[in-house]
């Protein structure tokens, strides 16, 4: 079966580094969603005179949130189609809550639920002290805002955030990242991804 691993969690938890150690260990395409549309979204932001930098506001709910995330769907769904293992690095909250938004997934990649693992690794942080201290520490423009607005922020995030979709729980695994990721860490989680 296919490999679709979903990396969740919020700012600062270490999705990105989770997901790359395990990236090692299998081949899949590797799609952050940062990465997918950071550049147009600054760009469109900057030239609507907001900060480029800025993930939090209502102009960017609005107006760009959504077509950051259903751009690196529809990448996904292409990979998928193409036989690929995916990785897939986002909070994805609202994604997460909807029941159908996976089964659109692997439908519109010509598959069904025999042809496609789904994974859901919810990378957490049970300290919030030493998740502010990861957001300082990765120096990023865009984690300005929760670093100004920390008290706000801590308050609207969900930490182990809602799973509706249509997956056994044995396929959901929250994982706390704090401390060191040793090799047993990651080996663990590989084994939980391989695990039909």
């Known amino acids: 079966m296919?490999?679709?691993v979903f990396f969740v969690g919020v700012a600062g938890t270490g999705k990105?580094?989770?997901?790359?150690?395990?990236?090692?260990?299998?081949?899949?395409?590797?799609?952050?969603?940062?990465?997918?549309?950071?550049?147009?979204?600054?760009?469109?932001?900057?030239?609507?005179?907001?900060?480029?930098?800025?993930r939090d506001s209502s102009f960017y709910k609005e107006n760009l949130r959504d077509l950051e995330y259903d751009t690196t769907k529809d990448i996904c769904i292409e990979?998928?189609?193409a036989g690929q293992n995916v990785f897939m690095i986002s909070p994805f909250t609202a994604e997460l809550k909807n029941r159908e938004w996976i089964e659109e997934v692997i439908t519109s990649a010509g598959l069904t639920k025999k042809d496609v693992d789904v994974k859901v690794i919810v990378v957490?942080?049970?300290?919030?002290d030493l998740q502010k201290e990861r957001i300082i520490d990765r120096r990023t423009?865009?984690?300005?805002?929760?670093?100004?607005?920390?008290?706000?922020f801590?308050?609207?995030?969900?930490?182990?955030?809602?799973?509706n979709w249509d997956i056994p729980q044995a396929s959901i695994k929250v994982f706390d990242n704090s401390g060191d990721l040793t090799e047993e860490k990651v080996e663990d989680l590989y084994q939980f991804i391989v695990r039909e």
Do not use: C, I, Y
């Open 154 to 163: 801590k308050k609207r995030v969900e930490f182990v955030p809602e799973v």
């Open 79 to 81: 990979n998928l189609n």
């Open 124 to 128: 957490a942080l049970q300290d919030m």
């Open 141 to 152: 423009e865009r984690d300005q805002w929760k670093l100004d607005h920390w008290d706000d």
């Open 2 to 4: 296919q490999k679709l």
């Open 16 to 54: 990105t580094t989770v997901a790359k150690k395990l990236a090692v260990r299998m081949p899949a395409a590797f799609l952050d969603r940062d990465t997918v549309g950071g550049r147009f979204v600054e760009k469109f932001l900057e030239s609507n005179g907001h900060d480029p930098n800025d």
